[in-house]
């Protein structure tokens, strides 16, 4: 018989942090979301003015098409998901971003207004899948160590693609002619087919296989009632996993944050407030120009739940106080309430960095390794349930309301910040239980 010896512990040497730049998938993915973001800004920027001036549907029916096809997007990244679990996820993207391509490239001759909602449906509902599917692809091809810090990167990348497609638009405005607004139409959806150049070049992603029982052991049962298996959670029942369920419905709560910044603030200023109506532009220009600068550094440290959950808190608590700092604007001189708008839109955008880099490590890290597509598509339909059904609840019950409303509209989005931790500690535990 031996005896164990013990002797003085050597010092652990830190393993070295993965660098972002030399990662080939990360460049891949860099490439991928910038030629797609500048596609969008510059669609993003001219539509508008050529649904209504060069198809001249009036904005009654733009609206009621863009209404309708946010619903289509309710219903679209949960079937994306389940695909990329079931396929690839790099095939599905491919197959969406052609799609996407089509239905831009028609808007540039959608003369009838039936065939212009059938183009916002197909769009919107592609828009909102093709996110579902950047995420499955995200989590098959990023190692979890380094996930957090590239979907920062890959954030502040997107941010200034829209920024340089933005700006290729507003020469094409300056320009204002049928001509020119197609051939902005066209570049837009050249910008999908682009992209699946650096698409082709991603490493092929690898999906860990569905774990099997034992053969001598049934599946397990949870107090939810859905069947597990000895170490995988609600394989077949995505939709019954409750508290996964719960911190989705938190997050598409805070994420309204970007209804505020793109619909609610600027109906605010324009109709509320004294502030110079140039300053919709510059608020929007501060909000991208600041998750550039700080959206990298807001991830760092975010590496499991119980600190992604704590970084959410922060950042819905900081997009609490952006709303009673939009409440504070109106009824000031034009300096004053400028100043109060652009503090207002730097709370937003901090909480806006912090919250996102939460929600990210959350919805992968709560989700079982071999279903990533399906859960990441049952996250985005939370998104964009709250893209669709923001914008009426700004409209009919915040800003008639004034004050009250900014005030009513701050505490939801304090609650859900607060409610998120507990809520994320119970989706851990009940993993934990299942495995």
């Not at 066209?186 to 999906?207: D, G, M, N, Q, Y």
């Not at 911190?247 to 709560?253: E, F, G, Q, R, Y």
């Amino acid at each position: 018989m031996t005896t164990k010896t013990t002797s003085a512990p050597i010092p652990a040497t830190p393993a070295p942090t993965p660098r972002l730049s030399g990662d080939p998938t990360v460049r891949g993915l860099a490439a991928l979301l910038s030629v797609n973001a500048v596609g969008n800004g510059l669609f993003l920027t001219i539509s508008t003015l050529w649904f209504t001036r060069g198809l001249g549907y009036s904005v009654e029916r733009v609206g009621l098409a863009l209404t309708v096809a946010g619903l289509c997007g309710i219903v679209a990244a949960l079937p994306a998901g389940r695909a990329c679990d079931r396929w690839n996820a790099k095939s599905v993207l491919t197959c969406l971003h052609l799609l996407q391509a089509a239905a831009i490239a028609l808007y540039a001759v959608a003369d009838s207004f039936p065939v212009f909602l059938a183009l916002a449906c197909l769009a919107t509902a592609g828009s909102r899948a093709n996110a579902a599917a950047r995420g499955a692809l995200y989590a098959h091809v990023l190692p979890p160590d380094l996930r957090t810090r590239a979907l920062a990167l890959l954030r502040a990348v997107n941010n200034v693609g829209i920024g340089a497609g933005a700006a290729l638009g507003s020469v094409v405005i300056v320009f204002d002619t049928d001509a020119a607004y197609r051939g902005a139409v066209c570049l837009s959806a050249a910008a999908f087919l682009l992209a699946l150049i650096p698409l082709r070049a991603i490493p092929a992603p690898t999906r860990p296989a569905p774990a099997q029982p034992p053969r001598t052991a049934r599946a397990a049962t949870t107090r939810r009632g859905a069947p597990v298996l000895e170490s995988g959670r609600h394989v077949s029942h995505p939709l019954r996993d409750v508290p996964y369920l719960a911190v989705t419905a938190l997050n598409a709560i805070v994420n309204t944050l970007y209804v505020v910044l793109e619909v609610g603030l600027p109906l605010w200023l324009l109709t509320r407030t004294s502030a110079p109506q140039a300053m919709v532009g510059w608020l929007l220009v501060i909000n991208t120009a600041l998750v550039v600068a700080l959206q990298v550094r807001a991830a760092r440290g975010v590496t499991c739940p119980v600190r992604a959950a704590r970084a959410f808190r922060r950042g819905g608590l900081l997009v609490a106080a952006a709303c009673l700092a939009v409440a504070c604007s109106a009824d000031r001189s034009p300096f004053t309430a400028t100043v109060v708008l652009v503090a207002a839109v730097v709370l937003l955008t901090l909480g806006e960095v912090v919250s996102q880099a939460g929600s990210w490590t959350l919805s992968y890290d709560l989700a079982p390794d071999h279903a990533q597509g399906t859960y990441q598509g049952i996250y985005q339909t939370g998104i964009s349930v709250s893209q669709a059904l923001g914008p009426g609840l700004l409209t009919a019950f915040v800003l008639p309301h004034g004050i009250v409303g900014w005030a009513a509209l701050a505490t939801l989005f304090a609650g859900a910040a607060l409610a998120l931790p507990a809520t994320a500690r119970w989706a851990v535990r009940e993993l934990r239980e299942a495995r």
